[in-house]
């Protein structure tokens, strides 16, 4: 009973994060295909001397020629790859899918003139025939088989993969590291001011976790460049690198033992790369968590479960730890699993503060750049963790406390 | 009242002389000695009210125009005295401007921006969510849904590419000659300045209603069951008039709380954007693009990212402060 119950849940569920996942790819993809620039923008923009062919050539490389529906269906799932081949029939050959070379109009508009596109050049469409037959246009497969297209700008006509695949590790390095530290302190902090409500402790935890969700990532990155990397070097204390995960060259650092070498890639090197930005993001997770859990901790302290617990005579250890603590965790233990697709968007900030070569910064380069299949490739990775998640968290939700039913 | 009734001959009641009973404290005295009660954010209050007064009056206090630039006078030190004899307190920036201008005027544009998202997110969460409770129906599982899955997507990377956006088009992108020429009025920019303002308001409020409208909501589907609403309506009130009349005055103090709360998270999202320069651009002062060029010349001039950043920490803790403690005195089963 409760296993069909839960069948049921899991294929409304994931029939529900399909729609979503449809919903957010056609509004990004809508949204990004009116943004301007573009691989042509930077052409023309160092001016090299382009003629109408290269145009077309060029647009037919990163599939600009194409109408954008046609485009996002076939980033989405590689079609339409040609016309229907039925019964030795092909069928929508003609189908005019595209336009090689649009035809201008200059019109007046406030005064200036303005170059506007209308309309296809005579004899330019492409149709559905030309997506087969052309052999330098690229066979795709399309985003639900694991293709997310060519770099327009940052890594030029290498696949999106490469690039996410080369961050990759880098942001989960950050993010494994960072959340755990928070876990590690948070919980600690929170369980602490919660038993002891209202004293010193109690008063400075809650002020301290003020500041510290008040504090923007950013400025408090900043503040840290500043002290730990640029003033450490001036006085000669030993200072962090500012910013990057990895040195150039091997780089010295003055200690009070005497000037320390460390090797470009060493493991030192990583991790005095890595205590800067896993610090800012451990500061702004543990200030909401530790709340959290203190929250939580209180509203369990009052449950009668823990008064009959100490009425037994238990130790006050044991009624924290086992009856008080557990219960009070599984909230808490959805908050977690919520997190984890800010692996890739809530970083944004603080990698790009450090020069971190992770997701987030590449996201923003990607938007910097107007390399438009390296962005929505990004986008569509982070609504796809953060349904997943938010399942996750609803069926743990579940697991931790059998009383909560799915529904 | 008691003792009129007891007596056996009533005589008029002596109005001046009459001792002021305990009952007689109005509601919002009762509120305000809560909110009193907490010092930190009586604290923040009187901070942020300074700040506004700065701010307000920039024209007259600040003591030079922002974009204001003298060439070659690139990085001066704070203290320093420009040529006609004006002190330049904090410094100048990287083109010559002086730096504590410009911060008192971006200190008006960046509040400006954070209040006016505010506000609009509230109504428009407001006006959303009392409708899709009230009505109920069909209306109210489609709105649901849409807030769900306005949740559901990442918030912050759609955020940056709609800015992204609009900033490359912003010159094709016009206002109405009466609302540019206001914005301009209240925030000292050239009105051509006025389109990325108005647009970052604009993005911040449709990114940011979600939450007041499903509080909202909740508050309006647990109102419909009280009696005064059923009262209201066998009197042959109007579905407006219940909404407007009844409804929202009634679900006003979570609403106002989950207003000043969120000034803070509109303080730093405005400050991030213009920091990683998708929000207001730089010759419109806001602290956040501020910051962004205090970050690209700290080799330069280390502290520069304290004195660009510490308004807008400034800002947004006392913003949290003043919500706490608002919240504390509207609506005290509110806190954790």
């Given amino acids: 009973m409760a296993t069909q119950a839960m069948v049921n849940f899991l294929i409304r569920r994931v029939f529900e994060m399909a729609i979503v996942l449809f919903l957010s790819a056609l509004a990004s993809y809508t949204l990004l295909s009116f943004a301007p620039g573009g691989p042509l923008s930077f052409l023309t923009s160092v001016q090299i001397r382009l003629n109408a062919d290269d145009i077309a050539r060029i647009r037919a490389n990163y599939e600009l020629d194409l109408f954008v529906p046609v485009r996002f269906t076939r980033w989405l799932i590689g079609q339409p790859n040609g016309p229907l081949y039925i019964g030795g029939q092909l069928i929508g050959a003609d189908v005019v899918v595209g336009c090689r070379i649009p035809d201008t109009i200059n019109v007046v508009e406030n005064g200036k003139v303005v170059t506007r596109e209308a309309g296809c050049r005579a004899g330019q469409d492409v149709t559905l025939l030309d997506l087969a037959a052309d052999p330098t246009r690229r066979q795709v497969r399309g985003v639900l088989f694991g293709d997310f297209g060519l770099s327009h700008q940052i890594l030029r006509n290498r696949p999106v993969w490469t690039l996410v695949e080369s961050r990759l590790p880098y942001t989960i390095q950050l993010m494994l590291m960072s959340t755990t530290l928070s876990i590690l302190i948070g919980v600690p902090l929170g369980v602490y001011s919660a038993v002891k409500q209202y004293s010193i402790f109690d008063y400075i935890v809650t002020t301290l976790s003020f500041f510290g969700s008040s504090m923007p990532t950013f400025f408090f990155g900043l503040l840290m460049i500043m002290l730990f990397a640029l003033y450490f070097e001036q006085w000669n204390l030993p200072h962090l690198p500012p910013g990057n995960a990895i040195a150039v060259r091997d780089w010295t650092m003055g200690t009070f033992m005497g000037d320390w070498r460390i090797e470009a890639g060493s493991l030192a090197d990583r991790a005095l790369h890595m205590i800067m930005p896993t610090t800012v993001l451990t500061l702004f997770t543990v200030a909401g968590w530790s709340r959290f859990v203190r929250g939580s901790m209180l509203e369990v302290l009052r449950q009668d479960y823990v008064r009959t617990a100490r009425a037994k005579g238990l130790w006050e250890r044991v009624v924290i730890a086992k009856h008080a603590l557990r219960n009070a965790l599984i909230p808490f233990v959805t908050i977690v699993v919520f997190s984890i697709p800010g692996v890739f968007g809530g970083a944004i900030i603080t990698e790009t503060v450090f020069n971190w070569p992770g997701m987030g910064r590449l996201y923003f380069d990607a938007l910097g750049r107007s390399d438009y299949p390296v962005a929505m490739a990004l986008l569509m990775i982070t609504a796809f963790l953060t349904v997943v998640a938010t399942l996750v968290s609803d069926i743990l939700y579940t697991v931790v406390d059998p009383r909560i039913r799915l529904s | ?336």
């Avoid at chain 2, 304290?306 to 003043?322: D, H, K, R």
Wanted: aromatic letters at 8%.
């Fill in chain 2, 1 to 336: 009242m008691a003792t009129t009734a007891l007596t056996p001959t009533p005589r008029p009641i002596d109005v001046l002389n009459a001792e002021a009973m305990p009952e007689e404290v109005s509601q919002g005295k009762v509120i305000l000695q809560r909110f009193l009660r907490h010092k930190l954010a009586v604290i923040a209050l009187i901070v942020l009210a300074t700040i506004s007064v700065i701010v307000l009056l920039a024209p007259y206090i600040a003591p030079f125009k922002p974009t204001e630039l003298r060439v070659g006078n690139y990085f001066l030190p704070p203290g320093s005295v420009a040529d006609d004899g004006r002190v330049h307190w904090l410094g100048t920036d990287n083109i010559g401007r002086d730096y504590l201008s410009r911060l008192i005027y971006a200190g008006r544009i960046s509040l400006t921006v954070a209040i006016l998202a505010q506000i609009g997110s509230s109504l428009l969460g407001i006006v959303i969510g009392s409708i899709s409770g009230y009505v109920g129906t069909w209306v109210d599982p489609l709105v649901m849904r849409f807030v769900e899955f306005m949740l559901s997507i990442p918030q912050l990377p759609l955020l940056l590419i709609i800015s992204s956006i609009i900033i490359q088009y912003r010159e094709a992108l016009q206002l109405p000659a009466p609302l540019a020429n206001f914005i301009s009025w209240l925030l000292i920019i050239p009105t051509t300045e006025t389109t990325q303002v108005v647009a970052i308001i604009g993005i911040f409020i449709a990114f940011g209603w979600m939450g007041d409208s499903r509080l909202m909501r909740g508050m309006v589907l647990s109102l419909k069951e009280q009696t005064y609403t059923e009262a209201a309506r066998a009197l042959g009130s109007s579905h407006w008039r219940i909404i407007f009349r009844h409804m929202i005055p009634n679900a006003m103090a979570p609403m106002i709380v989950s207003a000043s709360l969120g000034l803070s998270g509109f303080i730093i999202a405005e400050a991030a954007l213009s920091f990683l320069g998708l929000g207001i651009q730089d010759p419109t002062p806001t602290w956040g693009n501020m910051l962004s060029i205090a970050q690209s010349s700290m080799l330069q001039i280390p502290w520069l990212p304290l004195i660009a950043g510490t308004p807008i920490f400034i800002c947004s803790l006392a913003f949290n402060f003043v919500g706490d403690g608002v919240r504390d005195a509207l609506d005290p089963r509110l806190k954790m």
